[in-house]
T-cell receptor
Framework: DVKVTQSSRYLVKRTGEKVFLECVQD?????MFWYRQDPGLGLRLIYF???????EKGDIPEGYSVSREKKERFSLILESASTNQTSMYLC????????????FGSGTRLTVV | ELKVEQNPLFLSMQEGKNYTIYCNYS?????LYWYRQDPGKSLESLFV???NGAVKQEGRLMASLDTKARLSTLHITAAVHDLSATYFC??????????WGAGTKLIIKP
């Protein structure tokens, strides 16, 4: 069974901390994505990657960065966490672009206090 | 810029009733998805609709697409409690990225 695993289910961090959210997929997918999910706003794309060491900004990249050193791992970094980054973060991977065959992780609920 | 509007955002209904969730989008797209999310769980793909007039059905859920009206519907027939979840539509934009609706939280009461 294909899997996208997010390392933490819940995180509580302090304002100003550097935060790492990890995502690992075991499907040999080229494409990986980070979304944030907020009530009433749906999912919004933060960053995505089509290949190792490659990254592209999504719709809301401000305050975030990413790292993809290995094909299976895509990390989201909050350089200096702020309270407005409190949210649910979802990682996804896919073999093809354009929505085909997206597999999502279970999400990380981050609270910044 | 593609925008996706979903309504209603919240729906509480009795078992056995029928209802429809609507998904409007603002510019042309050739692909629309419906996803389901259970509380605390990941998103699960339900349907992909690729062409005008496309209809997909699984169990009590039926999705359709009208590309001319830029409208998709997700129809629930004779709802059962197990269908309680949040349902999202997502539309592919010109950059091959998914643009998501806000989600419809569906609660089905016994």
């Amino acid at each position: 069974d294909v899997k996208v695993t997010q390392s933490s289910r819940y995180l509580v961090k302090r304002t100003g901390e550097k935060v790492f959210l990890e995502c690992v997929q075991d499907m040999d997918h080229e494409n990986m994505f980070w979304y944030r999910q907020d009530p009433g706003l749906g999912l919004r794309l933060i960053y995505f990657s089509y290949d190792v060491k490659m990254k592209e900004k999504g719709d809301i990249p401000e305050g975030y960065s990413v790292s993809r050193e290995k094909k299976e791992r895509f990390s989201l970094i909050l350089e200096s966490a702020s309270t407005n980054q409190t949210s649910m973060y979802l990682c996804a991977s896919s073999l093809l672009a354009g929505g085909y065959g997206y597999t999502f992780g279970s999400g990380t609920r981050l609270t910044v206090v | 810029e593609l925008k996706v509007e979903q309504n209603p955002l919240f729906l509480s209904m009795q078992e056995g009733k029928n209802y429809t969730i609507y998904c409007n989008y603002s510019t042309t797209s050739d692909r629309l998805y419906w996803y389901r999310q259970d509380p605390g769980k990941s998103l699960e793909s339900l349907f992909v609709l690729l062409s005008n007039g496309a209809v997909k059905q699984e169990g009590r859920l039926m999705a359709s697409l009208d590309t001319k009206a830029r409208l998709s519907t997700l129809h629930i027939t004779a709802a059962v409690h197990d269908l309680s979840a949040t349902y999202f539509c997502a539309v592919v934009d010109s950059n091959y990225q998914l643009i998501w609706g806000a989600g419809t939280k569906l609660i089905i009461k016994p």
